[in-house]
């Protein structure tokens, strides 16, 4: 059995109509226990929950102490290419945006990574857009070599592989796997990816237990929310989460809690995801699955990651770049072409200070290969 079993037995329920019947018992009753199961992970994400945040974030802080005590690991992206042969409706890398596409060779690779290491960071999350003909497995394992000789921890956010691809790239020294399904609503998904290799729902939705099967250290699923109702992605993307810690117990596991943000495009999300609703789905995650890591990008402002962080953050980027070279750029050089804008510009040193006034440690390096 995999995941997308479990899929197909809840993917047809009536949400709206199960979320607007839930009590406000049914929400203490789940604040009350040690162990959730599926109807109080509905429950916390119900609109009716929206009245109970204080509590949950109550729970939420003494779990996330519990498990994860005052450390967040931070991290930063390294965009390599962006070539990409999908036409996701989202996306700046789509293929229907004419625009200039690059890859980095393996000396600028190299550069880049140099940059990124100057400032102590040892987890690096390198991706790419979607094409396996100009970001073959074979590169992503040259990059992975390179990598390697600055960083503790290589993960990788590209597209789906086999399980064999995921193997070859762990024995490069590849220890994490980012991997978004964008969306559970599998309709929509078919209409927001037209065409390319990522239109196949299914095989995207197992990649994530194919890394974990492939020995994957460390494996972060997620859904971009505001391109369905957000309830119904959260839903699915906890379910895919404990599905995974249970099928796959010496892996971490983790989730992302990405908003849709502006791109080359103008393609219009579905579903509004407000701050309160993301204070929701964070406190819903760490209540459900008290050993979930979960990691928050620069998509989000400076003031709001800092006042997420006591909910349940535990992973973040810092000092990210979300082009092809962008931490190499020269001054007065073409900008190559974000995947999408960034919302919280400090630097690292900056976000580190910010942590420590708020009584939490920012760690650099928790991996060291071999020990």
């Known amino acids: 059995m995999s995941f997308y079993d479990v899929f197909c037995r809840y993917r047809n329920s009536e949400w709206e109509a199960v979320l607007a019947a839930v009590s406000g018992a049914d ?71 004419q625009r200039e596409r690059k890859r980095l060779s393996l000396e600028e690779v190299d550069r880049e990574a140099k940059c990124i290491a100057e400032t102590g960071l040892r987890h690096i999350l390198m991706l790419t857009g979607e094409s396996k003909k100009m ?21 990788v956010e590209v ?27 599998e309709d929509l998904y078919r209409i927001i990816h037209p065409s390319g290799r990522k239109r196949d729902f299914r095989f995207r939705l197992e990649a994530p237990e194919r890394g974990a099967a492939a020995r994957m250290r460390q494996v972060n699923i997620g859904a971009l929310l505001g391109l369905a109702d957000w309830r119904q992605d959260v839903l699915f993307v906890g379910l895919h989460a404990r599905y995974l810690q249970e099928q796959f117990p010496d892996v971490e596991i983790g989730a992302s809690v990405p908003r849709l943000r502006p791109f080359v495009g103008s393609f219009q999300g579905s579903c509004r995801v407000s701050d309160k609703n993301m204070v929701q789905i964070i406190l819903a995650l760490r209540l459900f699955i008290p050993r979930l890591g979960i990691a928050l990008s620069t998509r989000e402002d400076s003031r709001f990651r800092d006042n997420l962080i006591p909910l349940g953050i535990t992973r973040m980027s810092a000092g990210s770049a979300t082009s092809v070279g962008g931490y190499t750029k020269a001054a007065g050089q073409n900008e190559g072409l974000p995947q999408f804008e960034i919302a919280d510009s400090r ?25």
Not at 135 to 155: E, H, I, Q
Not at 348 to 363: C, D, Q, S, T
């Open 27 to 97: 929400i203490e009753r789940a604040l009350q226990r040690e162990f959730l199961d599926f109807s109080d992970f509905l429950a916390l994400l119900s609109p009716e929950a929206e009245r109970y945040l204080e509590p949950m974030a109550q729970r939420a802080q003494e779990l996330t102490l519990r498990y994860f005590g005052r450390a967040i690991q931070l991290y930063a992206p390294i965009y390599v290419s962006d070539y990409c042969e999908n036409a996701c409706l989202y996306c700046s890398f789509s293929a229907r945006n």
């Open 135 to 155: 970001s073959p497995v074979g590169y992503l394992r040259d990059c992975t070599r390179v990598l390697k000789r600055r960083f503790s921890s290589v993960a």
């Open 159 to 185: 597209y789906a592989l086999s399980e064999g691809d995921y193997a070859e790239l762990v024995s490069e020294g590849v220890d994490g796997l980012t991997l978004y399904q964008e969306t559970y609503d």
């Open 347 to 371: 630097t690292i040193p900056e976000i580190m200070a910010r942590l420590r006034e708020k009584g939490y440690e920012p760690v650099l390096n928790d991996w060291i290969a071999g020990l």
